[in-house]
Structures are given as C-alpha cells and as structure tokens.
C-alpha cells in the first residue's frame, strides 16, 4: 500500500468510525424542485416570464431558541465599474433579492472574493453596494480580496477575518482560509500585483496549496467552543470547503484533518462555504459542508472528487451570465419543525431547457462524475 492509501486509509477509520454521521435531529433534507421564476425588476434582459429557476432546498431545523433566516453572498468578483459592469449589476441584484426576503434575513455573511484582483477600488465598490443592506453584516475574505496588500484594505473596511457571534442559540463562527499560503512570492521578486494575479487562476500551480486555517486559528477555534454544549449548533463560514474536494484548485483546506479533529466532539456542525461557486454537499463525520453559489460565474465541477452526497447543478447555458449563479438563503428553525425551503439555492437565470447538444449534456442526464478515490477504495 501506497503512503497515501495509508494516510488515507488510517484518516477514513479516525473521521468515519462505523455509524457515525451528523446529528438526524438537525432535520436536513435535500430536494431539486422547479419553481416558477421569481425573477422582479432589474434582472438582466433574460429574466423575463417563461423562465423557471431551479432552487435547490436544503432544509434545515436546529435546536435553536427562535426560527430565523440569514442570507448569504459571496464570490462576487468586481472589477472597477470602468472595467466591467457585469458583476456589479449581478450583486447589485443579490442585494435586492436579500431586502426583498420575506421574513427579513436577521443578518448577511458575505463569503470572500467580493473583489477580483483586491483593488481598492474593486473593495470600496463592494463595500458601498452592500451599504445598500441595512441588517447586520458579517464578513470573511477570499483570496481574491487579500493577495494584493496581505488583507490591508480589506480590514480598514471589514473588520478582522476571525470571529466568533452567538445568534438565538447557534454559534456563529467566521474563519480565514486564505492568507495563510506558502511565501510563493518573495523568492520570486513578484510585485503586489503578479503576486495576486496567481491568486486570481483556478489551476494554482504557482501558489500552491494555499487553503488552510492555521495552527493558531485552530487553537483559537478550540477555545473559542470549549464553553459550548456539544449538542448545540454550531455554524462555520469559510471560504473554502473544510475537507478535501479537489487541491489542484484548492478546493479544500490543506488542514482539514485537523479542523475535523477540532470539531468531532459536537454533533451539530454545519460548514457553510464559497469559493467553489458550485452547489455541493457533503458529510464527514458529524459535520455537514454546504457550498453556495457565485453571483459572479459558476466554475465547472472538478473532474474527480466531486462529494457523493451532491445532486449537481445541471450545466449551465455560457451564454448567459445570470446562468448557474445567484445566491442562497438559510433559515434556521426551532426543535423538530421542518421548515420549507430552509436553504435555497437560487439561481437567477435556469431555463427550463437551456442547452441542446450530445446525449451527455442533455438536461435529462446529470454529470457524469467519477466518485473520490478515497470513497472508491473504503466505501460506506
Ligand atoms: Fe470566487
Ligand atoms: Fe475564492
């Protein structure tokens, strides 16, 4: 046996000991239905009567002290309105969906990546659109905000990227899984800017496995849930997914093994992520990982890897930029009511028939994914 089928093999009987899964009270179901377009107002020129967006609810019922919703955008991506106005329609519209919620989010966690190259002006305009919002706000960067000044402006606008806030009985937590990457820069002599143009590509062959939350954020997680019942939940944002999708796109963190090991003892652990701009779901243990849509484009998925527990996204049309993205709202709920539509993933512009092409792109037929290796070689 290989060192990695060892490591991998060791690492399966340590987060999947025989029956072990996530609390069945937290009451989460998943479901694909079609909706009739709820598409209002300012929607590009596409969004008009037909067009049926597919949400993709999650239902979700904690043991929380009252039912609320919070909503969620991330990966929005803005370049300088003088550049590209595209993205900055598109969350111009995220944040109209969000005022429009009915009931009310209680508040937004903007995900990371709210600019493309970390402009400050692309972080100012994102900043001022999102002022728009009156409910609280909370944030955590993506590498796309921090690559070009280390985070500078993005903490003179957001506050610090590692936070802790309890909300009607859930903890919320933000974590930071992007400034932590290997110096890949110095050695190199690269300016600010090629430095953060390595950041900015999907294939981080540069930058290497950038992803990862740290020794000392770790500790701090530690203790930041030492006074937390183990039964009660617990919400984590990050950017990225908090296990190992897909590195090469660093589709993970690089120390999820550890983050696992950290967070095993609770039962009510929800990962909530952006960054893959993908629906995907995925369990571990007694954790569950939710990915959430871009406003900004839908980034294929990986060609292994892709968590068994994912209905996929149907392929989304190129041609369309409100296509395959959009944003999700998540409400949390008392007991054991099981609310509808407790997480939504909507997505602006799904048509009802939006690609005609060989049998494998169909609408009819899903991905074609091959399953992970590790679940290949130590099946449930
Ligand atoms: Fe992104
Ligand atoms: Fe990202």
New binding site residues.
């Given amino acids: 046996m290989s060192d990695l089928n060892r490591i991998r093999s060791e690492m399966d009987a340590v987060l999947r000991p025989e029956g072990a899964h996530p609390d069945r009270n937290l009451k989460i179901t998943r479901r694909i239905f079609i909706q009739k377009s709820i598409m209002t107002g300012a929607a590009a020129g596409a969004a008009t009567c037909g067009l049926f967006p597919i949400m993709n609810g999650i239902e979700v019922a904690y043991g929380a002290e009252a039912p609320f919703s919070f909503a969620w955008i991330?990966?929005t991506?803005l370049y300088p309105k003088t550049v590209n106005t595209r993205f900055v329609e598109k969350t111009v519209q995220a944040v109209k969906d969000v005022k429009a919620m009915s009931p009310a989010a209680d508040f937004l966690i903007f995900g990371?990546?709210i600019a493309q190259l970390g402009d400050p002006v692309e972080l100012d305009l994102g900043n001022e659109i999102l002022k728009e919002l009156t409910i609280k706000k909370v944030y955590i960067p993506?590498?796309?905000d921090w690559y070009l000044d280390m985070g500078k402006k993005w903490g003179e606008l957001f506050g610090k990227p590692t936070w802790s806030m309890d909300h009607k009985g859930v903890r919320f937590i933000g974590l930071d899984t992007v400034s932590r990457g290997p110096d890949y820069w110095t050695a190199k002599n690269m300016t600010p800017e090629e430095r953060m143009g390595h950041m900015a590509t999907l294939d981080g062959t540069v930058a290497g496995p950038w992803a990862g939350v740290g020794r000392d954020q770790l500790d701090w997680l530690q203790n930041k849930l030492a006074d937390w019942d183990k039964a009660k939940p617990i919400v984590i944002f990050t950017?990225n997914p908090l296990y190992e999708y897909y590195p090469p796109w660093n589709f993970w963190v690089r120390d999820w093994r550890d983050v696992q090991e950290v967070l095993k003892p609770y039962t009510k652990v929800t990962n909530i992520h952006?960054?893959v701009?993908q629906v995907l779901y995925n369990e571990i243990g007694t954790m569950r990982s939710i990915g959430m849509l871009?406003t900004?484009w839908p980034w294929p998925y990986a060609p292994e890897g892709v968590p068994k527990l994912t209905k996929p996204m149907i392929r989304v049309d190129p041609g369309d930029h409100f296509d395959g993205v959009g944003w999700e709202k998540v409400s949390v709920n008392p007991g054991n009511q099981v609310a509808r539509d407790d997480v939504e993933y909507v997505m602006w512009g799904r048509k009802e028939v939006f690609i005609q092409s060989e049998a494998d792109y169909d609408k009819s037929t899903p991905e074609i994914l091959r399953a992970r290796i590790a679940d290949n070689m130590y099946p449930y």
């Fill in positions: 991330s990966d991506h990371g990546d993506g590498e796309h950017h952006g960054h701009h871009a900004s």
